[in-house]
T-cell receptor, first 111, second 112 residues
Framework: SQQGEEDPQALSIQEGENATMNCSYK?????LQWYRQNSGRGLVHLIL?????REKHSGRLRVTLDTSKKSSSLLITASRAADTASYFC???????????FGPGTRLSVLP | NAGVTQTPKFQVLKTGQSMTLQCAQD?????MYWYRQDPGMGLRLIYY???????DKGEVPNGYNVSRLNKREFSLRLESAAPSQTSVYFC???????????FGAGTRLSVL
């Protein structure tokens, strides 16, 4: 079974609104990363948050990590049509090189 | 910078045929990865190479082999393709454990 699970599976919002996506995982991690994938393209890294960090910002992106609940959230503020994409969380465990990706959240931002 | 380059971009095979997917990175990264992406399932790790000269199985290695040819190149081989291997394949690399991964544009493979 997959380590990471995103919620919701799909999200549709209007331009200018905020979008929040959640990720849950099952075992202890070294870090958690969020990636974006535009349709038919490769994945692009957004933010990496380490297990000893609680919050990180990058432009309009805010990521939180709650290791006690084994969950993370990605907030995109003031969304734009160009934010339309699939968003994935990926967890790296404390051992080995294994990355585990969740199934992703498909975000649609309507103009 | 080219980053991570995958070839080919598209491929159609018949069941039982073999092929090799190529991946090269120009960022002097130590670790390289092969994933497959199926609809609604995210990415699953097939094989990885933590450093030149080493390879290890990931979550779904059956039906695949890999070769870390040198520090730059990491190939994925399908010896006898099956329809279940129809997928989009991504190669990724990173410098060190704990770093972010950089992805190629993917190879869309259809096995008929």
């Amino acid at each position: 079974s997959q380590q990471g699970e995103e919620d919701p599976q799909a999200l549709s919002i209007q331009e200018g609104e905020n979008a929040t996506m959640n990720c849950s995982y099952k075992t202890s991690i070294n870090n958690l990363q969020w990636y974006r994938q535009n349709s038919g393209r490769g994945l692009v890294h957004l933010i990496l948050i380490r297990s000893n960090e609680r919050e990180k910002h990058s432009g309009r992106l805010r990521v939180t990590l709650d290791t006690s609940k084994k969950s993370s959230s990605l907030l995109i503020t003031a969304s734009r049509a160009a934010d339309t994409a699939s968003y994935f969380c990926a967890t790296e465990m404390n051992y080995g090189q294994n990355f585990v990706f969740g199934p992703g959240t498909r975000l649609s931002v309507l103009p | 910078n080219a980053g991570v380059t995958q070839t080919p971009k598209f491929q159609v095979l018949k069941t039982g045929q073999s092929m090799t997917l190529q991946c090269a990175q120009d960022m002097n990264h130590n670790s390289m990865y092969w994933y497959r992406q199926d609809p609604g399932m995210g990415l699953r790790l097939i094989y990885y190479s933590a450093s030149e000269g080493t390879t290890d199985k990931g979550e779904v290695p059956n039906g695949y082999n890999v070769s870390r040819l040198n520090k730059r190149e990491f190939s994925l081989r399908l010896e006898s393709a099956a329809p279940s291997q129809t997928s989009v394949y991504f190669c990724a690399s990173r410098l060190l454990r704990g770093d972010i991964q950089y992805f190629g544009a993917g190879t869309r493979l259809s096995v008929l």
